[in-house]
């Protein structure tokens, strides 16, 4: 079972409606808990992270998280074209103790047609 | 300077050849880290740096990978006898000390080496 996954996509919404990219995690020790937008030949650029349960909202992001369920997901309000691009999830924590090593999923791609 | 940058942004090499990619990360930030993304995956870290130390090199897939960090600041990713496997895109990140609950790494544009 990989650490950190996610369902490659695509997602495809249209403009203006609400994007819902979801990550599960194995480890349940994990602490911290990281979006990263990637645009296709670009590095990827931190979001926002989150590390306790609940809901942590930033702009038109919301991260979801739910230790019992070792889930979190983000939410992206009111959809842009601009939008477009790969979203990572990441984790820091779990066995070993590490506050530094993060953890990427796969990715998903999406597509937000106007 | 204001983001982590990195040298090349391209590197095509052959097979067998001996590559150095190097990175300046943010200044201030202490910690440096070297993750590899291939095509289709998300970045796998390599390597992370306390200042000039190597404090964890367990991601560095076998010998022929080494990073050095000297002073503390620019750091160097070296590769010998390359492979076509090694064909990846190297990225460099920096971060402020870790701190438990928040580790925020910002990358840099990365390195693309690809291995004929």
């Known amino acids: 079972q990989k650490e950190v996954e996610q369902n490659s996509g695509p997602l495809s919404v249209p403009e203006g409606a609400i994007a819902s990219l979801n990550c599960t995690y194995s480890d349940r020790g994990s602490q911290s808990f990281f979006w990263y937008r990637q645009y296709s030949g670009k590095s990827p650029e931190l979001i926002m992270f989150?590390?306790?349960?609940g809901d942590k909202e930033d702009g038109r992001f919301t991260a979801q998280l739910n230790k019992a369920s070792q889930y979190v997901s983000l939410l992206i309000r009111d959809s842009q074209p601009s939008d477009s691009a790969t979203y990572l999830c990441a984790v820091i924590g779990g066995r070993g103790g590490s506050n530094y090593k993060l953890t990427f999923g796969k990715g998903t791609l999406l597509t937000v047609n106007p | 300077g204001a983001g982590v940058s990195q040298t090349p942004s391209n590197k095509v090499t052959e097979k067998g050849k001996y590559v150095e990619l190097r990175c300046d990360p943010i200044s201030g930030h202490t910690a440096l880290y070297w993750y590899r993304q291939s095509l289709g995956q998300g970045p796998e870290f390599l390597i992370y740096f306390q200042g000039t130390g190597a404090a964890d090199d367990s991601g560095l897939p076998n010998d022929r990978f080494f990073a050095v960090r000297p002073e503390g600041s620019v750091s160097t990713l070296k590769i010998q006898r390359t492979e076509r496997g090694d064909s990846a895109v190297y990225l460099c990140?920096?971060?402020?000390?870790?701190?438990?609950?928040?580790?925020?790494?910002?990358f840099g544009a990365g390195s693309r080496l690809t291995v004929l």
């Open positions: 989150i590390y306790s349960n």
């Open positions: 990140a920096s971060s402020l000390l870790p701190q438990s609950g928040a580790n925020v790494l910002t």
